[in-house]
């Protein structure tokens, strides 16, 4: 059985570690628990994996995140997988710094890799594990505060986060949606 599991980011060296990258640093751990190697490939670099029997494609857009849906939609099609199998790892401002809440469906929240993807897919039904970042910035300042990079402290644990992240993806592959949001959801 094939997963594919879509962290959002931008590419570049200024955008690495960045809040807004946080989809693209839990892929890289994903892909070094597994021993795969990320390779550019259409629209996306793409690695693909195995865990306790089940194939997971990983994919970080080359698209930039406003265009995610594009690389998304591409490889569902190309690779076969059914949308119930798609899995979206992506930043979130109102979560707490560290949280992670997955959920089956949703709105866009405001996300532009969300909220491409669902235009492109034409629907909100997919599963997706939201990343909290936190919210501290003043008014106006969004923008620069999701593309800065991780204070001294957030970057000290950011390991034991991207960790209990990928512990989430590898639930979600194994025992399914709802087993991982009630371990996964505290």
Known sequence: ????????????PEYE???????????????????????LERLAYRAEGRYKGKTL???????????????????????????ENLLVVADDLALDYGKIRVRPKGSHGGHNGFRDIEATLQTQEYA??????????????????????FTKDEFAELPLHIGRA???VYSFATVGLSQTMTQFNV
């Open 57 to 83: 494609v990983l994919i970080k857009p080359t698209t930039y995140m406003n265009l995610s849906g594009k690389a998304v939609n591409y490889w569902l099609k190309d690779e076969k997988i059914p949308l």
């Open 166 to 168: 990928c512990d989430a």
């Open 17 to 39: 570690l960045t809040r807004h990258n946080i989809g693209f640093l839990v892929l890289d751990q994903l892909a070094d628990q597994m021993q795969a190697e990320f390779k």
């Open 1 to 12: 059985m094939k997963f594919l599991i879509a962290g959002l980011g931008n590419i570049g």
């Open 128 to 149: 997706r594990l939201r990343f909290g970042i936190g919210s501290n910035f003043s008014k106006g300042k969004q923008v620069d505060y999701v593309l800065s990079n």
